[in-house]
């Protein structure tokens, strides 16, 4: 029995991920809205893939967090468009 419960637990995970995926489709259907904070996190992430730091206009970025640039960084090794991989 423990292990039929494990599967329905992966089953409720996988079907939670799949609707969490489509409504954030269904909600941002033009991307996701950028604003000046989203812009530095785009610079950062950009720099990153540059291989110039975490920096903006070259002087570094210190009023922002580094870890969601650097999560766009990886993501955009796979994607060429920062914006549509940050929705």
Same mark, same amino acid.
């Given at each position: *029995?423990? =292990? @039929?419960? #494990?599967?329905? !637990? %992966? =089953? @409720?995970?996988?079907?939670?991920?799949?609707?969490?995926? *489509?409504?954030m489709?269904?909600?941002? +259907?033009?991307?996701?809205?950028?604003?000046? #904070?989203?812009?530095? %996190?785009?610079?950062?992430?950009? &720099?990153? !893939? &540059?291989? $110039?730091? @975490?920096?903006?206009?070259g002087? +570094?970025?210190?009023?922002f967090?580094? /870890? %969601?640039? /650097?999560?766009?960084?990886?993501?955009? =090794?796979?994607?060429? #468009? /920062?914006? $549509?991989?940050?929705?």
């Amino acid at each position: *029995m423990k =292990i @039929y419960k #494990d599967i329905r !637990l %992966y =089953i @409720y995970i996988i079907a939670i991920g799949i609707t969490s995926f *489509m409504l954030m489709i269904w909600i941002t +259907p033009f991307g996701s809205g950028v604003s000046p #904070d989203s812009v530095t %996190y785009i610079e950062g992430a950009k &720099s990153l !893939l &540059s291989g $110039q730091g @975490y920096s903006r206009d070259g002087s +570094p970025i210190t009023h922002f967090p580094p /870890l %969601y640039s /650097l999560f766009l960084a990886i993501v955009g =090794i796979f994607k060429n #468009d /920062l914006v $549509q991989a940050s929705r």
